[in-house]
């Protein structure tokens, strides 16, 4: 590794992508890098920051592996539609001097899961071709953080901030895992940071900014204006074996009954929590907690939203 690597990111502009490149370019993680390079398929974009040291690079379906010739990291943040370029953007790799592949995880660790699911199954062949075409000395390091926390207090997980409602799919007292999106995005520049000094990072990396039950997301809430909020129960095999009877690609019901199976519990007695290996004693930042969520919120996420969609 170079002193400094240049990084490169995939869907950097993106929901999620965004907040990774913002992270990257902030103190303290920019002065560990030379670079960071915005793959594009345009010459321009006007949503991307003003920093020195951030570039556009256009590329086209035939010239991955060139516009990655002096990249050391490459970090993948795109989509679920994107499955068939994420392929592509795998390929180019062993061609290329990257020593460290960050793949379109962030969520929820699927690998634990005992159904088939489109979107996660997909995942997991782009794990599988990326153990079978990496060469060894490119390490693949994958970060799951959970529920994404601005995202998640809905009703399309069973939060009807509008209704007064809560449901949890089992138990209300079963813990769950958020993480801000811009905790997301710091996570990723400290393991990059962390590959830059010591040239490791673990394959799996789970991390939680927050990490409480159903009950306790409602009574937060309340505190900060939410008004009463009724928690009611679901049960969970029979939600769980409904959902599953056939094979989807929306994860949201999905993850519903994963809460109650406490398979989205970043914490040490759950699957496991690496905050202080990016964040130690949360010295490099604050994790943005379900309270600072609340409080921007008046206790009432998505409040103005129309459920179910029109």
Request: hydrophobic letters at 35%; aromatic letters at 8%.
């Amino acid at each position: 590794m170079p002193p400094k690597p240049t990084i490169a990111i995939a869907g950097g502009t993106g929901h999620l992508g965004k907040h990774i490149t913002t992270a990257l370019l902030s103190t303290p993680f920019i002065s560990s890098f030379t670079s960071i390079i915005l793959l594009t398929r345009s010459e321009t974009s006007s949503s991307i920051p003003n920093n020195p040291k951030l570039q556009l690079r256009k590329y086209t379906p035939t010239n991955l592996s060139q516009a990655l010739t002096d990249i050391d990291i490459l970090i993948n943040a795109i989509g679920p539609s994107g499955h068939s370029f994420k392929e592509a953007l795998l390929r180019a790799i062993p061609k290329t001097n990257i020593k460290l592949y960050i793949p379109s995880e962030f969520g929820v660790n699927h690998y634990i899961h005992d159904f088939p699911h489109q979107e996660w199954d997909a995942k997991k062949r782009h794990y599988a071709l990326a153990r079978e075409i990496l060469p060894p000395q490119v390490k693949v390091c994958r970060v799951f953080c959970g529920l994404f926390m601005e995202d998640s207090i809905g009703p399309w997980f069973g939060f009807d901030t509008r209704g007064g409602r809560y449901e949890s799919v089992g138990s209300s007292a079963e813990r769950v895992s958020f993480t801000g999106l811009g905790d997301v995005g710091r996570v990723v520049a400290g393991l990059c940071r962390l590959f830059a000094a010591e040239g490791e990072v673990p394959d799996v990396v789970h991390v939680a900014g927050d990490t409480k039950c159903v009950a306790d997301v409602a009574r937060v809430m309340e505190r900060e204006g939410g008004g009463p909020i009724e928690v009611t129960q679901a049960a969970l095999g029979e939600y769980k074996e409904r959902v599953t009877s056939v094979v989807g690609s929306d994860p949201a019901a999905y993850l519903r009954f994963l809460m109650g199976e406490g398979k989205i519990n970043h914490s040490p007695a759950g699957l496991g929590c690496d905050n202080d290996l990016v964040n130690p004693e949360e010295r490099v930042w604050k994790w943005k907690s379900l309270e600072e969520l609340a409080r921007e919120t008046r206790g009432r996420p998505w409040r103005d939203l129309e459920w179910p969609s029109t």
